[in-house]
């Protein structure tokens, strides 16, 4: 996964595994996900292989998953709003419900055309977020470890629902809100297709090669994804929370010692 222009296709993967049972599930919009907001900006055609968000100076749009997920991995392809996209933030999420909900973010912040995009990524766990950081990198871009044995919540326990959102966010998105959407380029689309669920009990969630060996209990990234990781957050990082001390002068959090 990264951060592009729009001609290109993003593939995002989530380590969550699915509460079905058996192989790899191939998605239909129609019969996996609802549009619950912004009317007809949000769309689905192709038979159900494509969905589509529209954002005007009006409104933006968004939709969910029917069903909850657990542990597994979630696959889905987006490409990004076309050109000056400014402004702009499309958002791709799990989330349980209530007060201490858990929940894993993706947001892509717009920029001027030509610039390269900045994804955000958080985590939350028992209603507590302010995990951030922002990454541009293929695959893997972020690693929220298992810290349990230390007193660190981790989201194992609430089954999260799908959401993805396209909104006006010109008020901070783009250079800390300097940079305003330009409405006369306006609707902006966010495209998504090839929506899979792969449920535990298959080989591909037991991860071999890209994303480690072992079953989900023990799943890691292997020598050679940890190596990628490391050179993009090298490279292309431009905000980790566990180095901002003076956002935590009583000390990091846990997880960043």
């Known amino acids: 996964m990264g951060t592009s222009s729009f001609h290109q296709t993003l593939l995002i993967s989530m380590a969550v595994l699915a509460t079905m049972v058996g192989s790899a ?26 969905l589509t968000l529209s954002l005007d100076k009006t409104s933006g749009s968004g939709f ?17 709003v076309a050109g000056n996209s400014a402004g702009t933030v ?16 993706f947001e892509f912040l717009g920029n ?10 958080n985590v939350f766990t028992q209603g507590k977020g302010n995990r951030e950081q922002f990454l541009v990198d293929n695959t893997p871009i972020r690693v929220f470890n298992n810290g349990e ?6 989201p194992k326990n609430q089954a999260m629902r799908i959401y993805s959102s396209l909104w006006n966010a010109d008020d901070w998105a783009t250079r800390g809100g300097l940079v305003k959407a330009d409405w006369s380029k306006a609707p902006f689309t966010a495209y998504y297709r090839n ?7 298959s080989s591909r969630s037991r991860s071999s090669g890209e994303f480690g060996n072992g079953d989900w209990q023990s799943n890691a990234l292997d020598a050679s994804a940890r190596r990628r990781l490391r050179w993009v957050q090298k490279n292309f990082m431009i905000y980790n929370y566990c180095t901002d001390f003076k956002r935590f002068p009583q000390g990091l959090p846990t997880e960043c010692k």
């Open 195 to 201: 929506f899979q669920v792969t449920p535990v009990s």
């Open 90 to 105: 499309t958002a791709y999420y799990l989330s349980s419900q209530g007060p201490t909900h858990d929940e894993i973010d």
């Open 25 to 50: 599930v191939g998605g239909n919009f129609y019969q996996d996900f609802d549009l619950t907001w912004g009317g007809q900006r949000a769309k689905i055609f192709g038979g159900g292989q494509m």
């Open 64 to 80: 969910q998953s029917k069903k909850e997920y657990l542990f597994g991995r979630i696959d889905m392809q987006l490409k990004l």
């Open 112 to 121: 001027v055309s030509g610039d390269p995009y900045i994804l955000h990524t």
């Open 149 to 154: 044995n230390r007193g660190i919540p981790f």
